[in-house]
């Protein structure tokens, strides 16, 4: 279900992801897009996606694909969901 949610690819969009967002609160979910974990939040995510969109904006990040942030926020689990306003 994570491809009804938008992804960002590296560092520099998941940066420009937080600190562009002015008025609503971004929702990071970084994990694996294969693991089950992850599959089941992203299926919530999606369906509430469009009903928080004018508080809250979600993204995935694949942590295989994007490392830069793996040690600084300490994702070690599989799946990890992490807020900024």
Known sequence: M????PH???GWEVD???VTEEDRVVILRFGRNTDATCMVQDEVYGK???KVKNFAVIYVV????VKD???MYELYDDC???FFF
């Open 80 to 82: 990890s969901t992490m």
């Open 8 to 10: 960002l690819q590296n």
């Open 62 to 65: 694949d942590i295989d694909k």
């Open 16 to 18: 420009q992801a937080i």
């Open 2 to 5: 994570s491809y009804l949610l």
């Open 48 to 50: 509430i996606a469009e």
């Open 69 to 71: 942030f793996n040690e």
